[in-house]
Structures are given as structure tokens and as C-alpha cells.
């Protein structure tokens, strides 16, 4: 008796585990986050509902609705107009197709209140949107704006025809806020050049390109051909860093638009490369050397290699080292402009964490004769005093 019991536990106990993994999957379907379990479940209910009229039409004689596109894109509009278009609906199936406008927006018109469009035949709709003068004026330049409309017909599995009208509202000026140089050796000249286009003036020239910045010359030209669907004109930009480290400068553009004097302004941005460089197996592009958490129970040295790009007959030396109780030597070796670093944390170094985000070590290394001639090797870890 008490082995049928057991039985009967582990049966009534295995069908428990089988039923609450088929109800986990069945409401939790493979793949779906809870945050789209709402979108998920309508849209398999829109599914299972179409599959149902399908079967049930399968054999049936019926209107079956066609369209070719439901958006129409009128590009850049430059002013508050009247926007027209064109969509085909087609009937492909036996019996006749009724269209009707169901949902229109106040300032779109559709000259389809009821449409009967015959089997093998269709017809054209004929969209206009009237695009009111004070609220386009309120619309950013740029900005997108669109209209739906709903059309129903009496297609019993794909009823609703819904269609998207767009459009962009044309931009004054349009050029690019920065121009970048990416890195730069010193001295290296390198050249970029952008364009400034109008979508709303006719007519656009650049009438000065200014620059206050030593080693920067800017010219510019009109853009003329079949190519160019808008007034524009490209500036063409020579620059030469003498100094290491990121840059931005600003340009100034003059431009006579239509006969009116508008002014813009771009940040040339770069970096000319650092003359000194650092490699260690183990070191991190960005957070550079991590040396873990280590006992000052015994010395503990790193060697790093320092490599000078330019002017390699420079005075190199280490310039600062922090935390203060590490210490760094720079070792010249065989090769000109190459040099050994050598971090090494002291026998009987005191407790320190220097790997937190408000307190970081490093190492600058660089020409005590120049402070624009170095580089900084981050360095983080914790030293543990025993």
C-alpha cells in the first residue's frame, strides 16, 4: 500500500512539474519580454483572427482589396501649400469592392466617399492636404510632419486600408555643426571640406570664410550641375597643428542668401597625435596599466616600453608620478627615441587604492624643457601594507 502511495505522489507530482511547464510556456513565450507581452498577445489575436477568415472564404467568391503603397513621401516642402497625390486600389478577387473614406484629418480631403470598383479593375484616389500657413510656421525647420487616413472596404479578411502622408519642412541653412579632422601628426597638413545648402532661398553665395587661428586657410566655392537640387556652396579647409593634444576651432561663414546676409558657424575638430607612446602586454588603451592588488611585503616592478614619435634627440625624464610613494625610473635603450620605464612599488609601501573613480595613479613622461612635449600613462591598482 505504501508503494502505490509513493507511486501516485510521483505521478501526481510529475504531472504538476509537465502542467507548470506548459503553463510557463504558454504565457511565457519564448523570446518575448513582459514589456511587449500586451503587443504581443494583440497581435497574435489579429493573426488567429485573419487565418479564421481566411479558411472561412477559402472556397468563397469574394472582393479582395489591393494597394500598391499606403505612404506617399512629398519630400521637402519650402511653404505652406496645397499637397496633392495619387494611390491605386485594385480588386482582385470576384465580387464587387466598395472603398470609403472612414477616418480623414480636417485638412486633408479624399474624393472617395463611396467607391465600387468592379472585379479585375481599379481606381484612383486622389489625396489633397492643405498645409494651414500658422501651423507651419510654428513646425521646426526640419522637422517631419504626417496625416493618416483610413479607407474601409467590404474585403472581409483585409477591410482597412490605412495611409500615411509626409512631409518635411524645408531648412533655411543646412550644413554641419562639426568637421572632423581625426588625428593629426604635428606639422601634417590635412585638408576637409563641407557644404552649406539651402532647401528655401534660390539664390546662396559665401562672401567671406573667416578664421582667427594661425595655420588654417579656408576657401569656398559654388556648387553648380545637375547634381545639385539645392543652392550650395562647398568650403574647402587647409589646417597644420603645431601643437599636440585635441583642438576645435571655429570658422566663420559669411553667406548672402536671396539678398539677405545670413552668418554660420563650424568647429574644426582633431587631435594631433601625442609624440610619445607607451605599450606594456597588459595595458588598457584607455585606463592604461591595472597592477591588481599587490603586497608591499616585497618590491614589486613593471616595465613598460616608451616610445618617442618625433624629435627623438629630445631630454626625456619622468615629470610625475602619483601616488608619490611609487617609484618610476625612465631607462634609455640601444634604439634612439625608445625607453624603458620602470614603475616599481616599493618593500614596505604604505596602504593605498588609487583604482577608485575619484582617485587614479599615473606616470607623465615627457622634456622638462618643454610642457608640451609629454604624455600621462594612467595607472591604477591597490597596495596592501602587511
Known amino acids: 500500500m505504501r508503494r502505490t502511495l509513493v507511486t501516485f505522489s510521483f505521478a501526481a507530482g510529475s504531472f504538476a512539474m509537465v502542467l507548470g511547464v506548459v503553463t510557463a510556456v504558454e504565457n511565457k513565450p519564448w523570446g518575448v519580454k513582459d514589456y511587449h507581452r500586451e503587443r504581443y498577445e494583440d497581435r497574435l489575436s489579429q493573426v488567429i483572427s485573419r487565418n479564421a477568415k481566411i479558411d472561412l472564404y477559402r472556397d468563397q467568391d469574394r472582393p479582395r482589396r489591393v494597394v500598391e503603397r499606403t505612404k506617399h513621401d512629398f519630400g521637402v516642402v519650402s511653404n505652406a501649400r496645397l499637397l ?28 472617395c466617399e463611396v467607391c465600387a470598383v468592379p472585379p479585375g479593375e481599379s481606381t484612383e484616389i486622389e489625396l489633397k492636404w492643405m498645409i494651414d500657413e500658422n501651423q507651419w510656421r510654428d513646425i521646426s525647420d526640419g522637422a517631419e510632419v504626417n496625416r493618416k487616413i483610413l479607407l474601409r472596404t467590404n474585403d472581409p479578411i483585409d477591410p482597412d486600408v490605412a495611409i500615411e502622408l509626409v512631409a518635411s519642412k524645408a531648412r533655411a541653412l543646412v550644413y554641419p555643426e562639426d568637421v572632423g579632422f581625426g588625428k593629426l601628426r604635428l606639422g601634417e597638413k590635412k585638408v576637409a571640406s563641407f557644404v552649406v545648402t539651402s532647401e528655401v532661398f534660390q539664390n546662396l553665395a559665401a ?19 545637375a547634381g545639385s537640387v539645392f543652392p550650395s556652396v562647398e568650403i574647402g579647409v587647409s589646417i597644420e597643428r ?9 570658422v566663420k561663414i559669411s553667406l548672402l542668401a536671396d539678398g539677405e546676409f545670413r552668418e554660420v558657424a563650424v568647429q574644426l575638430k582633431g587631435q594631433v597625435k601625442s609624440p610619445i607612446t607607451f605599450s606594456h602586454p597588459e595595458l588598457h588603451r584607455v585606463s592604461g596599466l591595472d597592477i591588481g592588488t599587490l603586497s608591499s611585503k616585497e618590491r614589486t616592478s613593471f616595465k613598460v616600453q616608451v616610445r618617442v614619435r618625433e624629435e627623438t634627440d629630445r631630454e626625456m625624464a619622468v615629470l610625475a608620478v602619483e601616488p608619490k610613494a611609487l617609484r618610476a625610473e625612465l631607462v634609455p635603450s640601444s634604439i634612439e627615441g625608445v625607453y624603458k620605464l620602470v614603475l616599481t612599488v616599493p618593500e614596505g609601501c604604505p596602504t593605498i587604492q588609487f583604482n577608485r573613480s575619484d582617485y587614479r595613479g599615473y606616470v607623465e613622461v615627457g622634456d622638462p624643457n618643454d610642457e608640451n612635449f609629454s604624455n600621462w600613462l594612467p595607472v591604477s591598482g591597490v597596495i596592501v601594507k602587511e
Not at 86 to 99: K, Y
Request: aromatic residues 4%; charged residues 20%; hydrophobic residues 35%.
Open 207 to 225: 562672401t567671406a570664410v573667416e578664421c582667427d587661428e594661425p595655420g588654417v586657410v579656408a576657401q569656398s566655392r559654388l556648387v553648380e550641375g
Open 84 to 111: 496633392e497625390c495619387h494611390l491605386t486600389i485594385s480588386n482582385a478577387g470576384q465580387e464587387q469592392l466598395l472603398v470609403e473614406a472612414n477616418s480623414v484629418p480636417v485638412d486633408v480631403q479624399v474624393n
Open 242 to 250: 603645431n601643437e599636440y593634444g585635441p583642438f576645435g576651432i571655429p
